[in-house]
């Protein structure tokens, strides 16, 4: 139950033990046109997508520098790790970032944000993290983030590694210009691939303003594209995987899937309050992906983690920085069932109840009895 990786379906895995394939044939032509064309039903786009080989922060650095020029200003909503990671890899780009900070736990309000944008000069990009994985934070407010880039004339980026296919992020109607999101988390596949998407407005800036890098340079990647092909060795088997996880969003249905994940996450909420635990996020935010819980006082981190463990095989995370040791983390992702919740629950209040914190079980197991 951990944010990444998630639990990985048998026949995703299973499609790994393909035999290897030259990448410059026609049978990866055909794998890659399969990759790039499901993708879009995730994205919800009309235009480019591509699958680079690296983790999600390398999908996120890659935005980064394809539209960031040293100089540009960009404006960066950051109320967690994740956004000051994407603060630093922008200042690397050379960009001169404009944080619109909050308290970990809260987001920044949308007027908070629209007033840094309208303030800020020769305004290049707004770059959001739609789901802060280290707070449990969503931010809901994407589509008028969006509007108000454009009215600006600026880019804007989204960086949903850890929520899109958990959460509906219709790039095109919703004006995103770029987007990330990694194979680890909602879609349940293997880590070690990023998927992008990127509208012709991008396509046509990089044609004129090349980045200045090679691996990640996603003009390059929309060339090589063309004709089938990566400019540099995949991962192909992490590839196959991608595939059959894509088939299973569209046998699942990407509706179906964000509404199981809302479900799954609206169990636990309700299970934790019932616990008698107090969540991280503030309730007007609160992720339906990523689940941080604070410690009750006399509760231990590391023990209380590896006693999930050892005693139910249930793997959490505790929490980044400044929230280690004070919270811990649950992924509500991917795969996530009624059947994961229902474990992971039992799992926490019995080992809550073993390290001195009294939980009502009966009260918990017939919660989750009604819940089917």
């Given amino acids: 139950m951990l944010p990444g990786p998630t639990n990985v379906p048998e026949r995703i895995m299973d499609a790994m033990l393909k035999p290897m394939i030259n990448h410059r044939s026609a049978d990866f032509t055909s794998l890659l046109k399969s990759v790039t064309e499901k993708s879009k039903y995730l994205f919800q786009t009309k235009e480019h997508t591509l699958t680079l080989s690296a983790s999600g922060t390398g999908g996120v650095e890659a935005v980064a520098f394809a539209l960031v020029r040293p100089g540009d200003s960009v404006v960066v909503p950051v109320f967690g790790e994740f956004g000051n990671r994407l603060s630093e890899v922008v200042e690397l780009a050379g960009g001169k970032v404009v944080r619109v900070n909050a308290e970990l736990g809260k987001i920044p309000r949308l007027e908070e944000i629209r007033e840094a944008i309208r303030k800020t000069d020769r305004l290049k990009a707004v770059c959001l993290v739609h789901n802060e994985t280290s707070t449990g934070c969503a931010v809901p407010y994407t589509e008028e983030v969006a509007k108000a880039a454009h009215e600006k004339g600026a880019f804007f980026a989204v960086d949903a590694v850890s929520s899109l296919g958990g959460y509906s992020i219709p790039v095109d109607k919703w004006g995103v210009d770029i987007c990330v999101t990694a194979s680890q988390k909602c879609l349940a596949a293997p880590p070690g691939l990023a998927l992008l998407s990127l509208n012709r407005k991008v396509a046509e800036y990089l044609k004129k303003s090349p980045p200045a890098v090679r691996y990640f340079d996603l003009g390059r990647q929309l060339e090589f594209l063309e004709r089938g092909e990566t400019p540099f060795t995949p991962a192909i088997p992490l590839y196959y995987a991608l595939e059959e996880a894509l088939n299973m969003l569209i046998e699942e249905t990407l509706e179906r899937r964000v509404e199981r994940h809302a479900r799954c996450a609206s169990q636990l909420y309700s299970v934790l309050d019932a616990i008698g635990l107090k969540c991280f996020a503030d309730r007007a935010c609160r992720s339906n992906t990523v689940i ?19 005693d139910h095989d249930v793997v959490i995370t505790g929490g980044f920085s400044n929230l280690k040791g004070k919270v811990f983390r649950i992924g509500s992702m991917g795969d996530v069932s009624n059947a994961h919740v229902q474990r992971t629950s039992i799992a926490m209040a019995v080992t809550l109840t073993k390290l001195g914190y009294p939980v009502d079980l009966n009260k918990i197991t017939g919660m989750l009895a009604s819940a089917g």
């Fill in 292 to 310: 941080a819980v604070n410690y009750p006082a006399g509760i231990e981190d590391g023990q209380f983690r590896k006693r999930m463990s050892e």
